[in-house]
Every structure is written in structure tokens, then in C-alpha cells.
């Protein structure tokens, strides 16, 4: 299959999930660990205590206020799509998580984190569930044992085979992690980049057939000299917004795939500025969640203040990170495809069908 070769129903399925001029504007919901514990922390009690209804309810309602203002929408087959289905409107589409959340460490080494499916979860039931698309996150850190780069390659081709069985677009997401101390951190800030890189570099071969890819932002603008006035400093420097930018072109140099900009949970005022740069040097758009919704989880259980601000602070939020992403360049116009006019059938002639 040539490069720009694409399979007609991946092809129909990442044309759906883009607006119409191929710039992606996805809001992701699927969060599990992390919306168990900060809804923990709003009612005063530990995560087990948390309740499937009470993370359901609040999914729910930010899928309903906030799906209209998205591309698509990213959730999970647990708490989000049963009971939030009917709130995503009929020409947005539906991304489902593949994902168990958070990570494992049996099987790897110390420090060393390993991804598995959701119990009893297939592709093949996804897309019998309406799914456009599959998105995998995976941790990954290339200076790990070889054992834990194994696992996750060797997951990541799995769920890459499935997807292809079922021609369905597969979203790979790659967040790095640290081996010693901690992610938040001016020492991490200045790994960064370069574990970027090496993670889109490896999984952007062919082997994986990753069709789009979900990628942090190659800097943390927290540690970057410039933004020392802005809310989010974190204090210190570990670059120049110039070498910023540079990383910004090596990423997407790098990225043999369309590419979009994950939040990573940072406040809106830092994402907005990751997508500015991120677009600026060739993403197509961004999967974004908590930094666009995030602060109306604290309000719950007051369901009118939840939905008070979906509809005022997070609605803004999401119009304004569109409004930075229309600078984005569109999936086709990617060096993958060569522009819509390029992007060719696997199968195109005239009795394609026979086989397929």
C-alpha cells in the first residue's frame, strides 16, 4: 500500500472526525482514574467511595453542554458511553477509549509503567457500538527496560491489527513519564522534548498503523522564560520560547502521521497557548479535556452550578481553543497524503468490493 493509501472506511471515519476544512476540534471525557479522585476530593471522601451514578451523572452533563462546540467526542465504554450516547448529536463523532485507565507496573521495572485493555473490550465491539474511531493511550518512556518498551509496542501493534480488521481510524496517544523523581518537575521539563521525539518516532512506523496521532506538547510552557508573567510559571526556566518553537517544528518533522495537541490537564490559558504553537508548526487540531471542563467537577454535587458553568466558563473555553485551532493544517494537507486531491483508496477499482 502506498503512503497516502487509506482504507475507505478509515478514510470516511477521520473525515468525520474533523470539521469540514479537516482541522480536528475533539473534547475528550473518558477520564476514569482522575475523575474518580477529583470528585473524591468535591464530595470529601476516598476514591472507592466514589459512585458509578455520581461519575456518570457529571459526564454526562459536560457531554451534553459542551459535545455541540466538538469535531468529536472522546469517552469510555464504562460510566461515559452508557449513559451519554444520546447527548452527542448525530453529526459529531464518537471516539471510544481502549485503554484500562492509569497503568500497571507487574511484569516491568521499578518506576516502569505497562498499558492493558479494558476487561472483556474488543474493537470489534466497539464499533458495533457506533465508534468512528479508537483511541489507545499508552506510557511510554524509550529509555525503559526492554521488557517495558516491548509490552507497550507489542500492545500498540495489537490494537493497530484490530483496527485495521475492522477499518476503523486508530488515535494513538504517547505520554511520557518519569523514571526517577517526577514529571512536574524543571529537570523533566528539560527531558521532555527529547522523549517526544523518540516516542513519535518509533510509533509513527508503519508496523503500528497508527492513523492519527495524540501528542503532548514537546515543552511544558510552565518552565519557559517568557511566560514568567503568566499565572502558570511554575518559577523556573529550562527554555527560551525560540527553542520552544523549535521543538514544536521537530515534532511535527518527526510525526510521519497527521498529529493533534493533548492538554495533559493544564489550565486553559496554557493549552490555548500549546495549540497556537503546536498549530503554528503543522498539528492538525487538538483531543482536549480537563483543560477545557475541568473546573466545573469541583462544583458537583450542585448540579445547576455544574451545568452553570459548562454553559458560561467551559463553553468560552472550548470556543476559544477552536478559535486557536483554525490555524491548524488540515489531516489531508499532511506530508502523508499530499493534499485531498492525493489521499488514495487501498482498494480503489472497480471491483474493489469482491475482496473487501
Not at 468535591?42 to 458509578?52: F, G, R
Not at 509513527?204 to 502558570?232: G, H, N, Q, W
Request: glycine share 6%; aromatic share 10%.
Amino acid at each position: 500500500m502506498a503512503s497516502n493509501e487509506i482504507s475507505g472506511g478509515k478514510l470516511r471515519g477521520i473525515t468525520k472526525l474533523a470539521d469540514s476544512n479537516g482541522r480536528f476540534k475533539m473534547m475528550a471525557i473518558d477520564q476514569r482514574g482522575s475523575m474518580k479522585h477529583a470528585l473524591a476530593e468535591a464530595l470529601s471522601k476516598t476514591d472507592d467511595t466514589v459512585t458509578y451514578e455520581e461519575i456518570a451523572e457529571v459526564k454526562t452533563s459536560i457531554t451534553r453542554v459542551l459535545a455541540p462546540y466538538a469535531t468529536a467526542v472522546l469517552t469510555d465504554p464504562i460510566y461515559g458511553y452508557p449513559y451519554s450516547i444520546m447527548e452527542i448529536p448525530r453529526d459529531v463523532s464518537l471516539l471510544l477509549a481502549f485503554e484500562e485507565s492509569g497503568y500497571v507496573t507487574e511484569g516491568v521495572g521499578e518506576n516502569e509503567r505497562a498499558s492493558k485493555p479494558i476487561e472483556n473490550w474488543s474493537v470489534e465491539k466497539a464499533q458495533r457500538a457506533g465508534a468512528d474511531a479508537i483511541k489507545l493511550l499508552i506510557y511510554y518512556n524509550p529509555d525503559a527496560s526492554e521488557p517495558a518498551c516491548k509490552h507497550q509496542q507489542d500492545f500498540v501493534r495489537y490494537v493497530g491489527e484490530a483496527c485495521e480488521k475492522h477499518d476503523l481510524p486508530f488515535l494513538l496517544e504517547i505520554v511520557s513519564y518519569a523514571l526517577e523523581g517526577t514529571t512536574k518537575s524543571v529537570d523533566f521539563a528539560k527531558q521532555k522534548p527529547d522523549l517526544t521525539f523518540r516516542g513519535v518516532a518509533e510509533f509513527s512506523k508503519p508496523k503500528y498503523r497508527v492513523d492519527i496521532l495524540k501528542l503532548e506538547f514537546p515543552a511544558d510552557l510552565k518552565y519557559t522564560d517568557e511566560y514568567r508573567t503568566r499565572s502558570f510559571y511554575a518559577g523556573e526556566s529550562a527554555y527560551e520560547l525560540s527553542e520552544v518553537r523549535d521543538f514544536c517544528k521537530q515534532l511535527d518533522a518527526t510525526s510521519a502521521l497527521p498529529w493533534v495537541i493533548l492538554s495533559a490537564g493544564v489550565d486553559i490559558e496554557e493549552f490555548i497557548e500549546d495549540v497556537k504553537l503546536a498549530t503554528e508548526a503543522g498539528a492538525s487540531g487538538f483531543l482536549c479535556g480537563r483543560a477545557i471542563w475541568k473546573d466545573a467537577v469541583p462544583l458537583y454535587p450542585d448540579t445547576d452550578e455544574v451545568v452553570k458553568f459548562l454553559e458560561s466558563e467551559a463553553t468560552e473555553n472550548f470556543k476559544n481553543a477552536n478559535i486557536a485551532a483554525e490555524n491548524a493544517l488540515p489531516w489531508f494537507e499532511h506530508r502523508k497524503f499530499g493534499g485531498k486531491e492525493n489521499v488514495g483508496l487501498a482498494k480503489q477499482s472497480p471491483t474493489w468490493y469482491r475482496d473487501y
